[in-house]
C-alpha cells in the first residue's frame, strides 16, 4: 500500500536526522512499513513518532517500542487495527 511506501521513502531520507517528530498516522501503515522504519536510518532521535490509525501487528509494535522507547522517543500507537490480510480492505481514517 501507499503509506507502506512513504515509510520505506521517509526511512531512506536524509532529512529524517534533522526531525524531531515524525507523523504517519491516520493510513495504512503495516508490518512492512514499519519494518522499512525500524531497518532505515535511526529514529532514536525523535521525540515523537505518530503512528495513530495503523495495521500493525502486536509483534511489530512491541518491536517499535522496544527499539525506540528507551531511547525517549514518544510513540503513539493507538486506535491499531486488525489488518484484513487484502491490503484493499484497509481504509484509512479521516480526521473529525
Known amino acids: 500500500m501507499l503509506q507502506d511506501e512513504i515509510a520505506a521513502a521517509v526511512a531512506e531520507a536524509p532529512v529524517v536526522a534533522q526531525l524531531r517528530s515524525l507523523a504517519l498516522s491516520m493510513g495504512t501503515l503495516s508490518d512492512t512499513g514499519a519494518a ?3 531497518n532505515g536510518r535511526s ?10 490509525h495503523h495495521y500493525l501487528s502486536a509483534a511489530m509494535m512491541r518491536r517499535l517500542r522496544d527499539a525506540l522507547e ?4 514518544e510513540i503513539d500507537l493507538s486506535d491499531g487495527r486488525e489488518d484484513p490480510g487484502d491490503s484493499r480492505w484497509r481504509y ?5
Open 36 to 38: 522499512a522504519l525500524l
Open 43 to 52: 529514529l532514536t532521535h525523535l521525540r515523537w513518532l505518530d503512528l495513530q
Open 70 to 73: 528507551p531511547s525517549g522517543v
Open 92 to 96: 484509512v481514517a479521516l480526521p473529525r
